[in-house]
C-alpha cells in the first residue's frame, strides 16, 4: 500500500502565495508522473499540473506563469508553488501519482485526502 500525505493549504489574500507538498510513502519500487488537480465547488475535477519522473512538466493555462510544480525523487515528494494567487484558484487540491510497488506489479494510482486553498479578495 501507498500513502500520499500532503500539506501547505490554508487561506491566504489574493496576490499572495502557498507552497503545496506531499509526500508519497509505503511500500514503493517505481513513481511515475506526479500531479497536482484541483476540484472547486460545483466543479468538476481538474488538472492544475503534473512532472514526470525526468522532470518534464505541464501547467493548465490558468495557472502558467504563477505555479511551478517541482519533486524530490529521493523523498518521494512534489511540491507545488503557488504565487500570485486569486479567488478562482479557490479549491480542494489533490496529489496524484502512479506508483509501482515491486517490479513486477502493475501500476497504480494513488490519490492524497486533498487540501483546501482558500484565496480571499
Known amino acids: 500500500q501507498v500513502q500520499l500525505v500532503e500539506s501547505g493549504g490554508g487561506l491566504v489574500q489574493a496576490g499572495g502565495s502557498l507552497r503545496l507538498s506531499c509526500a508519497a510513502s509505503g511500500t514503493i519500487f517505481s513513481i511515475n508522473a506526479m500531479g497536482w488537480y484541483r476540484q472547486a465547488p460545483g466543479k468538476q475535477r481538474e488538472l492544475v499540473s503534473r512532472i514526470t519522473n525526468g522532470g518534464s512538466t505541464n501547467y493548465a493555462d490558468s495557472v502558467k506563469g504563477r505555479f511551478t510544480i517541482s519533486r524530490d525523487n529521493a523523498k518521494n515528494t512534489v511540491y507545488l508553488q503557488m504565487d500570485s494567487l486569486n479567488t478562482e484558484d479557490t479549491a480542494v487540491y489533490y496529489c496524484?501519482?502512479?506508483?509501482?510497488?515491486?517490479?513486477?506489479?502493475?501500476?497504480?494510482?494513488?490519490w492524497g485526502q486533498g487540501t483546501q486553498v482558500t484565496v480571499s479578495s
Open positions: 496524484n501519482t502512479k506508483v509501482r510497488e515491486r517490479w513486477n506489479s502493475v501500476e497504480r494510482e494513488y
